[in-house]
């Protein structure tokens, strides 16, 4: 995220002023700086270091539904776009598939975009996803989980924690391809404005948690 942030600064971004189009959430500031942005990402990545440093595994980091296909053939799932592919929690891989869940780019009218504010604040597939995910881990790795409900409310646990992380990933991303003035259909200001509202929605939980679990 630094690295979009230095590159947003040197196409000659400024302050950016957060006016959200599509949800309503007023916990955000009016505008952030680029010395902002640098204290949420070094907090966000101080607190994901302190409680979840040992859930490091290789992540996709885009797991966008557009990004994971059905083959025809044999029904087998296969991911695509690993450009952005590298080590990082398992909770942001995750966070990052179900929060996109609530945002739908198929709009064909301005600003190509909806958010649901709904699956947002309360994602009704997150207990049935990460069920899924602990019965796949543990049958992978031929293990016989002594508490499978408490390793299915950990994972809950870190898709919430992480999942305001991956909207101020995408507004770092996005906020750079609105001055580059790139047309895919989806406006980019919008986009960035309002995921940087989502993030500071949704910021205080993270912090809740990350305090909860500090003092374990």
Not at 109 to 128: A, F, H, V, Y
Request: negative net charge; hydrophobic residues 40%.
């Amino acid at each position: 995220m630094r690295d979009l942030k230095v590159l947003f600064r040197n196409l000659g971004g400024k302050d950016y002023e957060i006016l959200p189009t599509l949800v309503t959430y007023s916990e955000h500031p009016k505008t952030v700086s680029m010395v902002d942005l640098h204290k949420e990402i070094d907090l966000m990545e101080k607190m994901s270091n302190e409680i979840f440093d040992d859930t490091i595994v290789f992540c996709h980091n885009d797991l966008a539904c557009s990004n994971v296909l059905e083959l025809n053939s044999n029904k087998e799932i296969v991911l695509i776009d690993w450009e952005f592919g590298t080590y990082n929690c398992r909770g942001f891989d995750l966070a990052m598939h179900l929060s996109e869940t609530a945002i739908d780019f198929r709009d064909p009218t301005p600003p190509g975009i909806k958010i649901s504010e709904k699956l947002t604040d309360d994602p009704p597939n997150i207990r049935g996803f990460c069920e899924a995910y602990v019965d796949a881990d543990n049958k992978l790795k031929n293990r016989i989980p002594s508490d499978r409900s408490s390793q299915i409310s950990k994972l809950i646990q870190e898709c919430l924690f992480f999942w305001p992380i991956t909207h101020l990933f995408w507004a770092c991303f996005v906020m750079k391809l609105g001055l580059l003035k790139y047309n895919c259909g989806v406006d980019m200001d919008v986009q960035a404005r309002d995921r940087f509202a989502i993030y500071y929605h949704l910021k205080s939980r993270t912090v809740k948690i990350y305090e909860e679990l500090r003092k374990k």
